[in-house]
């Protein structure tokens, strides 16, 4: 069975605190996603990574960065968290461009 | 320009009826494909069904289809028999080949509520 871990369902941190956020995936997907989900909004992509130390801007990167050092793994950082970061944030997974992506049950963070 | 579109913010049908949800895209990419996810309640989203562009027939996944009208720019998603555990939110995603790097753009979704 497929499956896409992150590390927290919820998680409260302080505004200007270093955040990370990590995704574990185990299906040797090449493609990772970090998205961020607000009301109204949709689902918005932060950062891709399409190999191991590849990365992508998404539609909204600003205030965040990624590392991806395994395969299996897409960290998400916020460098100094701010209350408008806080948000549903979604990872994903999948094979390649016009395969479905596999998501993670995502995290609740609420920065204070 | 919104790349997906979903008019319908919310919608409700009667258990065992069929529904439609609708969905248009914007793409000048002759290469693309077109996703549904299910996210219920719980928050994990669950992949649904897939269209690719250059596909000749409309997709079928057990009680979802999707009636794609290429020339429209139309992937309605259609759910036929709605069971109660069909109430989520639904979100019509397209990822363009050629341009936009292979991202995934998602609509604002559409919470499908299954009544009794």
């Known amino acids: 069975d497929v499956k896409v871990t992150q590390s927290s369902r919820y998680l409260v941190k302080r505004t200007g605190e270093k955040v990370f956020l990590e995704c574990v995936q185990d299906?040797?997907?090449?493609?990772m996603f970090w998205y961020r989900q607000d009301p109204g909004l949709g689902l918005r992509l932060i950062y891709f990574?399409?190999?191991?130390?590849?990365?992508e801007k998404g539609d909204i990167p600003e205030g965040y960065s990624v590392s991806r050092e395994k395969k299996e793994r897409f960290s998400l950082i916020l460098e100094s968290a701010s209350t408008n970061q806080t948000s549903m944030y979604l990872c994903?997974?999948?094979?390649?461009?016009?395969?479905?992506?596999?998501f993670g049950p995502g995290t609740r963070l609420t920065v204070l | 320009a919104q790349k997906i579109t979903q008019t319908q913010p919310g919608m409700f049908v009667q258990e065992k009826e069929a529904v439609t949800l609708d969905c248009t895209y914007d793409?000048?990419?002759?290469?693309?494909?077109l996703f549904w996810y299910k996210q219920p309640s719980s928050g994990e989203m669950i992949f649904l069904i897939y269209?690719?562009?250059?596909?000749?027939q409309n997709a079928t996944e057990g009680r979802y289809s999707l009636n794609f009208q290429k020339a429209r720019k139309s992937a309605n998603l259609v759910i036929s028999a709605s069971q109660l555990g069909d109430s989520a939110m639904y979100f019509c995603?397209?990822?363009?080949?050629?341009?936009?790097?292979?991202?995934?753009?998602f609509g604002d979704g559409t919470t499908l509520t299954v009544k009794p």
């Open positions: 994903a997974s999948s094979t390649d461009t016009y395969n479905e992506q596999f």
């Open positions: 299906m040797d997907h090449e493609n």
């Open positions: 990574s399409y190999d191991v130390k590849m990365k």
């Open positions: 793409t000048s990419d002759p290469s693309y494909g």
């Open positions: 269209q690719g562009s250059y596909d000749q």
């Open positions: 995603a397209m990822r363009e080949v050629n341009t936009n790097a292979g991202k995934s753009t």
